[in-house]
């Protein structure tokens, strides 16, 4: 193993998916807190860098994830009083 950047925000329980060489990794539970946020890294450059990309519409913790025709997408989760059974869509082209 050999330690690569931190992330931005520490964080368990997340979706994580692969797309055009770049790890994203959406929401989860920073200890006490579902969280919205996304971060993004390209493990393959010289020196990897964690980015924030745009937040998702709502906390998600332990979501599950995937990417279809270039579009990340995550589903469900929940946070500390409620279980999602909604779906959001990611365009990385767009950050939106």
Not at 17 to 42: P, R, S
Not at 43 to 58: E, G, H, N, Q, T
């Amino acid at each position: 193993w050999t330690p690569i950047a931190s992330m931005g925000h520490a964080r368990c329980r997340f979706g994580a998916v692969v797309h055009d060489d770049q790890i994203y990794i959406a929401g989860g539970f920073d200890g006490d807190n579902a969280l919205a946020t996304v971060e993004i890294i390209n493990p393959l450059d010289a020196a990897p860098v964690w980015k924030f990309a745009a937040p998702m519409s709502k906390p998600r913790g332990a979501p599950a994830s995937c990417v279809l025709d270039g579009q990340l997408y995550v589903f469900g989760g929940h946070d500390s009083t409620q279980v999602w059974a909604d779906c959001e869509r990611f365009n990385p082209e767009t950050d939106s």
